[in-house]
């Protein structure tokens, strides 16, 4: 019998590994969605912060914005981006760093909303609720995983504002291929302790 080469094993080992993070990001993208529609409808896209030190958008926080920004539907009637996060690491908050992110370095000259005062995804959630109540569709943006929880804490708390959410563009193949695989296991981690904790049917 024929030995497989290591260097074979190995790379399907690592093939396995991007799978994984690519299926289970896609998945979480399209979970606990409403029937929300945006073309010809006003929107609200939410865009959840990270934690972050400094005076600038850190990684994670320039690609939500980014993913954020791709979000908007251009035959929505109206688009607002809504900004989310407190000052959990750094000086600033989260929101007001994405903000001059998305103005300062990606010229994005459209209407925002920002939430400065959340240290947590619920309280992300529970603060935005005022921010988009006026929204046909609601959009909610981060890692695919960490925006899933996000979705079911809404529906939680406003089964009303549930029926609104629709897919927003935080998922892209091969966007961010080394992160995804670890973002996936702890994003399956939280939802777990999320289910565990009757949050979740």
Known sequence: MRRVPAAMIASACVASVFVFGEVTHWSASR???GYGRSRGRDEAVVVLGYRN????ANFMNRFRVRAGIRSIDPLARSSVLVLCGGNVAGDRSEAELMDQY???ELGYAGDVRLECASLSTFENV???IPLVEDADAIKIVSNSHHAQKARIHLWGLRPDLGVRLCWGADYRFGELEFVKPIAALLG???LRRLKAQGDVA
Do not use: S, T
């Open 126 to 128: 529970q603060n935005a």
């Open 188 to 190: 399956l981690i939280a």
């Open 102 to 104: 998305a103005r300062e």
């Open 53 to 56: 030190h400094g005076n600038r």
């Open 31 to 33: 979970r606990d969605l």
